[in-house]
């Protein structure tokens, strides 16, 4: 989990204050997306603090954090996604968490409804047209691809370490 904390937050912190900084939102977006960064970054703060130190909690708490990682994109992606375009790739951080914790089946589900949900988001803002939706789709995809390809390298990494070499 920390390695999340390392990476995404990071990331994610910069997309949205940058789509803050660059498009300037209403007010009411603005203190929306910063109220659900702030208490993304508490919650996620104490995943990290306590998920090692309560050891039988620790699947939950991982399983937990995807959900919630699902949880505060989802919010972020329509409110800011409508003038900040890279704000769909906040999708991909949950599927690629659930890729570290959890198992195929459960990544390539959440990847799915990942996908789906950005798909429906477009659908609401009133996409048209073949460009559009191609894009949307290549999104989508995006998703369920590299999710799937960090639990491969991260099945890879725990053979090789258990083999030994």
Known sequence: MQLLNRYFFPYAA????????????????TALSVGVLLLSAAVNHWFVRYSYRIVRWTRFLRAAQVWLNYVWSVPLVYLLGGWWAPMWLLLAMAPATAAMF????????TA????LTLLAL??????????????????????IVFSMLIHSLNQLALRLRDSRI
């Open 122 to 143: 477009y659908w609401y803002r009133g996409v048209e047209g073949p460009v559009a939706w191609g894009q949307a789709l290549v999104h989508a995809s995006f998703i």
């Open 14 to 29: 910069f997309l949205i204050l940058t789509a803050i900084y660059c498009v300037e939102p209403d007010r009411r977006t």
């Open 112 to 115: 799915m409804l990942s996908a």
């Open 102 to 109: 959890q198992s195929r089946r459960q990544t390539l589900l």
